[in-house]
C-alpha cells in the first residue's frame, strides 16, 4: 500500500499520532510514560520543535507541535521512536517493533483551529472514559494550560496567550472553553484529518498550497468516482400524446 502523503509546513501547527503495534499497548507503567515524555523533551529541544499540548493514552499518544523547519518534525519523531522503543524494549524484555507504522501527521492552520485541536488532544481521556475533568488525567498538558501545574516541556502557543492578559485570566479562558467539550463534527474532523494525513483549514489557506501539495489539500472522496446518472431515452417510435 503506497503511503499517505503528507503536509508539512514550518511554522505552522501540526497534530501528530503515534500508535502502538496492533493496537498494542506503548506503556505499561508510569515510568515509561515518564521516560517518554523526558525523551520527547530532549529531541523536541534537539531539532527545534515547540510542542504545545500532549495526551498519553495507553496505546496510542497525541501532540501538537510546531517544527521550525520542513523535516524537523520527521527527525523529532524517528528520533523519539527509535530511543523510546530501545528503552522500552530492554526495560521489559522483549524484542522487535513497538509502533503501528509511522507516525500521523495533519496541518492545521492555526488562526482557525489550533485551540479546537489542543481541546480535542487534552479532552481524550474524557472521551474514553478514563477520567471525568481533563485536569484529573495526569498524562497531558491540561493541567499546564488550566494552572494547575507548570510543565517545562509545553511551549504556550500565541493564540493561548490571547485569550487573556495574566496567566489568571488565560487559564479561566481556557478552562470556560475545554468545559464546553468538542462537538462531534469538530471530533470527527480532527480524527480524520489526522489519520489520513489532510490539513484542517480553510480554502483561503490551502489554495496558495494546491499547485505543490495537491494529493494533500484536494478533498478528493475515496475510491472510484461514482457514475453521473443519465436520464432515460425515449424509444424513436414513441408519441408523447
Keep these: 500500500m503506497a503511503r499517505l502523503p503528507r503536509l508539512i509546513l514550518p511554522g505552522q501547527p501540526h497534530h501528530v499520532v503515534l500508535r502502538g503495534n496492533n493496537r498494542q499497548a506503548i506503556f505499561f ?102 477520567c471525568a475533568q481533563a485536569q484529573d488525567w495526569p498524562w497531558s498538558s491540561a493541567a499546564h494550560h488550566l494552572g494547575l501545574g507548570r510543565q517545562p516541556l509545553i511551549t504556550e502557543h500565541p493564540l493561548y496567550w490571547s485569550m487573556g492578559n495574566t496567566p489568571f485570566d488565560r487559564e479561566h479562558a481556557y478552562r470556560e472553553f475545554i468545559d464546553q467539550g468538542v462537538p462531534l463534527s469538530e471530533q470527527a474532523q480532527f480524527t480524520q484529518s489526522v489519520l489520513r494525513g489532510r490539513p484542517v483549514a480553510s480554502e483561503a489557506f490551502l489554495k496558495p498550497l494546491a499547485g505543490e501539495h495537491e494529493r494533500v489539500v484536494s478533498r478528493r472522496p475515496r475510491g472510484r468516482p461514482r457514475k453521473q446518472p443519465t436520464a432515460p431515452v425515449a424509444p424513436i417510435d414513441s408519441d408523447p400524446n
Design 29 to 130: 507503567s508510569d515510568l515509561d510514560r515518564q521516560h517518554l515524555l523526558a525523551t520527547l523533551a530532549e529531541v523536541s529541544t534537539l531539532y527545534n520543535v515547540a510542542v504545545h499540548a500532549y495526551v498519553l493514552m495507553d496505546n496510542h499518544f497525541h501532540l501538537l507541535v510546531t517544527p521550525v523547519s520542513a523535516d524537523a518534525l520527521s527527525r523529532m519523531m524517528q528520533a523519539l521512536g527509535r530511543r523510546y522503543v530501545g528503552w522500552f524494549n530492554a526495560r521489559h524484555q522483549r524484542s522487535g517493533t513497538l509502533w503501528e507504522g509511522r507516525f500521523r501527521a495533519g496541518l492545521i492552520e492555526g488562526e482557525r483551529h489550533l485551540l479546537a485541536c489542543m481541546r480535542y488532544i487534552e479532552l481524550n481521556p474524557v472521551r474514553a472514559g478514563l
